[in-house]
């Protein structure tokens, strides 16, 4: 092959690799890796804590959780592929008015698969400004990100939505209403590593406001970079941060109130040996309660059967456990609330 031939195939290459970048092309019929009977996942509103998620996770459509392989390049939509995607960001807004610091992310995963067990981090961008319809831009300034996991440390269960948590060693403090909470995992290219965010359906969610990182380190809103002969990328990740109020008193609820189901703050909290978990039922039903360590990992299920309406006080040892925070959730048939609570000594 002479060199003007090679040359003109790298050219001929070269156009119809950008011009698949413009818009990548989703084919194939959609699989998805739902849990239609999970409860919603509600703010967690506790002290100086809360949960940030995006709006439509307030929605019954978020209750499905999707995965969607890829029919022409390996992988998947919400994690490794053989586009090279570096990280999967969605967009979170702070409406309470107030300074909060991230100091937690959450993620929920559809498959982990470690060959060389890399590490992946969340990060926190600012929008990168806003467009002439006030629509925010993409993921802008890198603001501070968590410390790392290894791919042994994400969580993920065949039948049950777990949730992994990315410790912030260092804080981000945040003055902004909007800023994006992103899961990278480019460094598992080189490891042979394979993680999967889960996701809304198509349809469920703003396509906007959920980006992906290229291999070429351009930001691509999820709508803007795919498309279908049926629909646009209107979904969002599932990724949500736990942040904490510079100034709690005006924006905290004395409980938190979903589906019947009421959450009261833990007390003591601190708590030293004994802590007491609040909450309350309008109606007769099934409860348990789930502990997890700070790392994610659920220490304790308690299967509390049917409890009648009313208001409750479960007290659990905590004595054995070591010094840190704790996040834990109250579970009904109905409803799922999650908190934290301190143990201190």
């Known amino acids: 092959m002479t060199k003007q031939s090679i040359l003109l195939l790298l050219i001929s290459l070269f156009i119809s690799l950008s011009l698949a970048a413009q818009k990548r092309q989703f084919a194939g019929s959609i699989t998805t890796k739902a849990y239609a009977s999970f409860p919603q996942q509600e703010l967690e509103q506790r002290l100086a804590l809360d949960t940030l998620v995006p709006p439509i996770f307030d929605d019954e459509c978020s209750f499905n ?49 470690g060959v060389g067990n890399g590490n ?34 994400i969580q ?50 703003n396509g906007l406001e959920s980006y992906e990182l290229w291999s070429d380190d351009s930001w691509n809103s999820m709508q803007d970079a795919w498309s279908s002969s049926t629909t646009t990328f209107d979904i969002n990740f599932f990724i949500f941060a736990i942040v904490e109020f510079d100034d709690p008193s ?18 003591p909290n ?7 978990l609040g909450y309350e039922l309008e109606e007769s039903g099934p409860v348990q ?16 059967g049917q409890q009648p309406a009313g208001r409750y006080a479960e ?18 048939d109905k409803s799922r609330l999650m908190s934290k609570f301190v143990v201190n000594r």
Request: proline letters at 5%; glycine letters at 10%; a negative charge.
């Open 65 to 113: 959780l999707a995965a969607f392989p890829l029919t022409n390049y390996w992988g998947r939509l919400g994690g490794m592929n053989g586009y090279g995607d570096k990280e999967k960001a969605q967009l979170l807004n702070n409406e309470t008015n107030t300074i909060i610091r991230v100091n937690q992310g959450m993620a929920w995963f559809n498959r982990a698969k």
């Open 270 to 276: 601190p708590a030293r040996n004994v802590v007491r």
């Open 120 to 153: 992946l981090r969340m990060k926190v961008y600012a929008p990168d400004g806003t467009d002439a319809n006030g629509r925010n831009g993409a993921p802008g300034t890198l603001l501070g990100q968590s410390d790392d996991l290894r791919v042994s440390d």
């Open 156 to 205: 993920v269960d065949d039948s049950l939505v777990v949730t992994t948590f990315f410790p912030f060693s260092n804080p981000v403090t945040l003055g902004d209403n909007s800023f994006y909470m992103s899961v990278d995992m480019a460094d598992l290219y080189a490891t042979n590593d394979t993680v999967d965010l889960l996701h809304t359906l198509i349809g469920c969610g």
């Open 289 to 304: 309660i789930e502990i997890y360590s700070p790392d994610g990992r659920q220490l304790q299920k308690i299967n509390l």
């Open 315 to 332: 007290e659990i040892a905590v004595g054995d456990f070591p010094v840190g925070s704790y996040i834990y959730g109250v579970v009904t």
């Open 250 to 267: 005006g924006v905290v609820d004395p409980y938190v109130l979903q589906n019947g189901l009421r959450l009261f703050p833990a007390a």
